[in-house]
T-cell receptor, first 115, second 116 residues
Framework: GAGVSQSPSNKVTEKGKDVELRCDPI?????LYWYRQSLGQGLEFLIY????????KSGLPSDRFSAERTGGSVSTLTIQRTQQEDSAVYLC?????????????FGPGTRLTVT | AQSVTQLGSHVSVSEGALVLLRCNYS??????LFWYVQYPNQGLQLLLK??????LVKGINGFEAEFKKSETSFHLTKPSAHMSDAAEYFC??????????????FGKGTHLIIQP
């Protein structure tokens, strides 16, 4: 079956522009996670959705970051006024339910480069 | 709060030799522990996980890991390395047995190099 897909696979943007990153989870998975992978910080957890709801947004790096999920499926991560330190690979994962006992399946990521 | 320490950012072994990747964790609650592998330009793939059942966990591709509570360790081993094992390996912990809201906390990763 289809895995987690993310688009675009690569995005180059100029500093100050807004970007939207998309994640399509595995069909039927109610939980969705966003992570950021960068050379300096490693893998960081950003936000978790159970259905369309994100109970805790404190993991987002700044108020320029926002995320939403609609219809219990597709999620978008939006970065406003991008900065060079936002350059990273953004990974999305989904699982059947929330909670550590459920395996998280990762997408291939979106590589964001801010110039 | 949880944290993960992976000893050695790079580990090099000869093909056919034992692979040992070290992971130590801290967690304020009984942990769930994971090892993931990442091949170049790909997402993460789960190798194995510990969820408080057997302390010796077997995973895919011949890997296994042993949970040692007294040492707060979850080291990954494979008896005989293969060239295809060359990749980045991440240890992760989740202390959230409930809703998943904390996500996974990852170590910095260990790059495994296989020498022919």
């Amino acid at each position: 079956g289809a895995g987690v897909s993310q688009s675009p696979s690569n995005k180059v943007t100029e500093k100050g522009k807004d970007v939207e990153l998309r994640c399509d989870p595995i069909s039927g998975h109610t939980a969705l996670y966003w992570y950021r992978q960068s050379l300096g910080q490693g893998l960081e957890f950003l936000i978790y959705f159970q259905g369309n709801s994100a109970p805790d947004k404190s993991g987002l790096p700044s108020d320029r970051f926002s995320a939403e999920r609609t219809g219990g499926s597709v999620s978008t991560l939006t970065i406003q006024r991008t900065q060079q330190e936002d350059s990273a690979v953004y990974l999305c994962a989904s699982s059947l339910e929330g909670g550590a006992s459920y395996e998280q399946y990762f997408g291939p990521g979106t590589r964001l480069t801010v110039t | 709060a949880q944290s993960v320490t992976q000893l050695g950012s790079h580990v090099s072994v000869s093909e056919g030799a034992l692979v040992l990747l070290r992971c130590n964790y801290s967690s304020s609650v009984p942990p769930y522990l994971f090892w993931y592998v990442q091949y170049p330009n790909q997402g993460l793939q789960l190798l194995l996980k510990y969820t408080s059942a057997a302390t010796l966990v077997k995973g895919i591709n011949g890997f296994e890991a042993e949970f040692k509570k007294s040492e707060t360790s979850f080291h990954l081993t494979k008896p005989s390395a293969h060239m295809s094992d060359a990749a980045e390996y991440f240890c992760a912990v989740s202390g959230d047995s409930g809703g998943g809201a904390d996500g996974l906390t990852f170590g910095k990763g260990t790059h495994l190099i296989i020498q022919p």
